[in-house]
């Protein structure tokens, strides 16, 4: 059963601080000494609070405030924001967990508060962003009716001086989140709820009657024809109905002229378990998120669905596979000719994302040809080596020469400091 609860939670906005349609503010800033005019009110009662308590700005408080929604007030510092590694992430992370004291304290209707930063343009954007996630219910929560509501709270409110601004942080807010909430539906499902077949059949509602076309490849034969490296990957698990392996195809085209074209492959293993090269001692746990590459690609054209940009098309492949061990799985010393008609010795079968990956690619250097301004990328879970190159929480992108050349890791890198890897 297919049961798609896919909208984010209500999100509205409002420029009165004291509207009592909320039940509580949750404000997110690095000092309560920094509030701009239009907060100024809520300084005494922090100032009052620091007096008592030293610890003020390291973590999350809560207090009493009579004026207030809900006579609350949950205040929740980003901590510094001038050391060499801060980023806008702190916003997230400080909205994250001042959501997360909000819902301890019951919070029906928080209204989340967080004034622009002269140094990062997007911080109100950001900590949305952080506070939605944690109000985000698991796929399986949802569709097992464990909880009364699909959604934590009944509205989450976002505080906005001026209208302009607050109707564009809800509309992006909504679109935004709800692409990352089907990256996490498809990315963070245990491996038989986001099986191939059944990621396919959640993709394809996900977009039914939406600008976004979607093509699912799932014969064998012609997986073993077209893509010959994923073919392989895919023997052994496809002796299991229910585990056998998918292509699922995107394509958005928006209004007008095209001006660029995106190219994209997802990495999307819904279970590794190494294959024959069998993880052991204990690495093969939470392999189920070895599909979050996939599941990126789906987030982006959600977005694409919601906030619909012209002069773009982007054109995606979700390499949706198990790596099975077993009498059928494909080994090491294996020769696999590939779609290009290159030889492919199996050196290592837990490096399988390359594999899966490399007949789409392929297939999109053929399609670029013939496609304006195309830009090509692929996008997988490289956990080990992304942390072992730049440590825990962070994303590696690397070009080839002619992106190398257009400075293209240079934008992202820029991007990821303004928005936070969102």
Known sequence: MIKMCTSVQPVEWTSDLKNQNFDGIVLVTQSHDTLPSELEFLKAPLQDYSSVDSSLGQEVVILKVPGLPGNRLVFASTGPLNRDYDDVRRFSDAACNGIKRAL???????????????????????????????????????????????????????????????????????????????????????????????????????????????????????????????????????????????????????????????????????????????????????????????????????????????HLKVIGSMAMVRNSVGSDCYVADELVVSRAGRRVRVGNTDAEGRMVMVDLLCEMKEKAATEKCPQLFTIATLTGHAIRAMGPDYSIIMDNGPAHRNKNAAQWQKGERTLGGI
């Open 104 to 310: 301890k304290a019951g919070m029906q209707r928080p209204l989340l508060v967080c004034p622009p930063h002269k140094d990062y343009k997007n911080s109100s954007m950001v900590a949305a962003l952080g506070a939605l996630q944690a109000l985000y219910m698991p796929l399986e929560v949802r569709e097992w009716n464990v909880k009364a509501s699909d959604h934590k709270v009944c509205v989450l409110g976002l505080w906005a001086a001026q209208e302009a601004h607050g109707k564009r942080l809800v509309e992006l807010a909504d679109a935004l989140e709800s692409g990352r909430l089907a990256c996490r539906d498809i990315g963070g499902s245990d491996p038989e709820r986001m099986a191939a077949p059944r990621a396919a059949e959640y993709v394809q509602e996900l977009f039914k009657d939406s600008p976004v076309k979607v093509e699912v490849v799932s014969s064998v034969k012609v997986l073993e024809k077209e893509y010959p490296c994923l073919a392989a990957v895919n023997r052994c698990a496809d002796s299991v109905p229910r585990h056998q392996g998918r292509v699922i195809k995107l394509q958005y085209c928006g209004e007008g002229p095209i001006q660029t074209t995106l190219l994209l492959v997802g990495k999307g293993i819904t279970y590794d378990t190494g294959g024959a090269d069998i993880k052991a001692g204990g690495f093969m746990a939470g392999m189920h998120r070895d599909k979050c590459g996939a599941a990126a690609v789906a987030g982006f054209f959600q977005i694409l669905a919601k906030l619909k940009p012209k």
